[in-house]
């Protein structure tokens, strides 16, 4: 029924975004650049891609993920500042519940925190843009209730936009460094180093309303877990120049991915 209630919210929103009627099709004038507050943002590679926010950026989202063994459903808060030219930081974390089978630990908790720092290179051009930045996950996520690993992480990233007239195509390489953990309780887990790269497109579908396209990749986390892939269909809608209403479906391409997630966000942009 989570499942259910989670794809009737994001049937709702693209069916209000297809009975408006297109913009015309854009002038030749140069790609907004990452200044531009209602420039649209990556589901999957969030932190890591490479635009920044104008000042600030404050989500709330509504998350479903359909896993093996866990299902859960989240409430997460994203936060993103920029305190210096070309600087974001930010941070993110949730508060949830779990659902597994019988003879595994579930119940209620928070999530594990990610910290971000990253810093944007202008061009001359505009058309590209790059950025590069870390991560910390600090394990403050329930592991018992299968909401973390109780193992710190530390990651580096490199990633770009190219700006066409029509669309934005995305890509970020990344390599993260985690410790040993548990989950459920009782699995202990030996932390390995994972390597992750991603690809994305953004079609501006008018002026308010864009679509995203996201695939990533990264190596098992942990001793023993397969790899995580995943790809992702969403939407993004700009209420008004300080609202955002974003919403996605992601399935899992690995035996290391949820089968299933869908989200919900509402963001206020400054």
Partial sequence: MKKGLVLTILVLIAGTVAAQDPA???????????????SDRLFLNFLEDAAIVQRQWWEGQLEYTD????????????VAFQPLASLEVGGRVGFGSTDTPSGYPDGTGATDLDIWGKYYFATPSGTTEFAAGAVVTVPTGDDTAGLGYDAFALGGFGSMRYNAKRFT??????????????????????????????????????????????????????????????????????????????????????????????????????
């Fill in 67 to 78: 896993g093996d063994p866990i299902d859960s459903v989240l409430l997460r808060g994203v």
């Fill in 169 to 270: 195509l995305t890509g970020k390489i990344g390599l993260r460094f985690n410790d040993d953990g548990s989950i459920l309780g009782s699995s202990d887990v030996d932390g390995e180093t994972s390597a992750s790269i991603g690809a994305g497109v953004i079609w501006p579908w008018s002026q308010a309303v864009g679509f995203v396209g996201e695939l990533n990749y990264e190596d098992g986390r942990f001793d023993g877990q397969d790899p995580d892939t995943r790809a992702l269909a969403g939407i993004q809608w700009h209420l008004s120049d300080r609202s955002l209403l974003r919403g996605s479906a992601t399935v899992g391409l690995s035996d290391g991915a949820p089968d299933f997630q869908a989200l919900v966000g509402y963001a206020c942009i400054f």
């Fill in 24 to 38: 015309p099709p854009p002038s030749p004038s140069p790609a907004p650049t990452v200044t531009d507050s209602r």
